[in-house]
């Protein structure tokens, strides 16, 4: 049995409406695609997407930087407790085969610098990140087809 393919979610642990709708709609495609959708499993982005995956049916993991598993978002399906801190950003990227950045600030800044450090394929979508060497999507249907692609690439 093949495993599901991880497709990443970060981003602005805030977010307002606009953004979170873009991120749900993210989460929500992830699922219909039949990939898991891994995130750090709080708030803003990650709740947002997390939320979207699983009203659509779809698998969530979050990789929390406490040691408690209730700290996780309502979303999140499989919660992973790491005691790690803002360090569980590089196992976010690293149980990913491809990521989505959603907005984002500092955290979403370093866990792009471990994509691209790593060889994980990164797509932004409406994000405040300084410019990456990275492409940008114009909306979330192009970010998660291009995500999905490049984690089956990655897994041939």
């Given at each position: 049995?093949?495993?599901?393919?991880?497709?990443?979610?970060?981003?602005?642990?805030?977010?307002?409406?606009?953004?979170?709708?873009?991120?749900?709609?993210?989460?929500?495609?992830?699922?219909?695609?039949?990939?898991?959708?891994?995130?750090?499993?709080?708030?803003?982005?990650?709740?947002?997407?997390?939320?979207?995956?699983?009203?659509?049916?779809?698998?969530?993991?979050?990789?929390?930087?406490?040691?408690?598993?209730?700290?996780?978002?309502?979303?999140?399906l499989i919660a992973i407790p790491t005691g790690l801190?803002?360090?569980?950003?590089?196992?976010?990227?690293?149980?990913?085969?491809?990521?989505?950045?959603?907005?984002?600030?500092?955290?979403?800044?370093?866990?792009?610098?471990?994509?691209?450090?790593?060889?994980?394929?990164?797509?932004?979508?409406?994000?405040?990140?300084?410019?990456?060497?990275?492409?940008?999507?114009?909306?979330?249907?192009?970010?998660?087809?291009?995500?999905?692609?490049?984690?089956?690439?990655?897994?041939?």
């Amino acid at each position: 049995m093949a495993q599901l393919l991880r497709i990443g979610v970060i981003g602005s642990s805030e977010c307002g409406e606009e953004l979170g709708e873009l991120a749900r709609r993210v989460g929500e495609l992830i699922a219909w695609e039949g990939a898991a959708l891994v995130c750090g499993g709080l708030g803003g982005v990650m709740q947002a997407a997390a939320g979207g995956a699983r009203a659509a049916g779809g698998v969530t993991v979050g990789i929390l930087p406490g040691e408690d598993p209730r700290a996780a978002n309502p979303g999140i399906l499989i919660a992973i407790p790491t005691g790690l801190g803002e360090a569980r950003n590089a196992l976010v990227v690293s149980a990913s085969d491809s990521v989505i950045a959603v907005g984002g600030g500092w955290g979403t800044l370093s866990e792009a610098a471990f994509c691209l450090k790593s060889g994980v394929p990164l797509i932004r979508l409406r994000s405040d990140l300084p410019e990456l060497p990275v492409r940008e999507a114009e909306t979330p249907e192009e970010a998660v087809e291009w995500a999905v692609d490049q984690a089956r690439q990655r897994r041939e």
